[in-house]
């Protein structure tokens, strides 16, 4: 069992897409100036990951619900942390 908290901000993406690096940056700025961590999964390492979001990558999380996908828009992500 694995007692780490969960993270409030998951970002989804997949490697060499430029749409999921201009999201990290996005979500590495805001989550480090509201000192928040983040975790940064990819659909090419979970299946279910995948099927879910494949067609909307890059995707952001903010306690487990979609706040953003494609573009993320950093007063957004602010707003939805605080």
Known sequence: MNDLPASRVQ?????????CEDAREVVRLVCAELN????????LEDPGLYDE???R???VL??????????INPERLRGALS
């Open 62 to 71: 903010v306690d487990d619900r979609v706040l953003e996908f494609w573009r």
């Open 11 to 19: 970002l989804i993406g997949k490697p060499d897409c430029h749409l």
């Open 36 to 43: 928040v961590q983040f975790q940064e999964r990819s659909i």
């Open 57 to 59: 990558i890059p995707v």
């Open 53 to 55: 979001y494949w067609e």
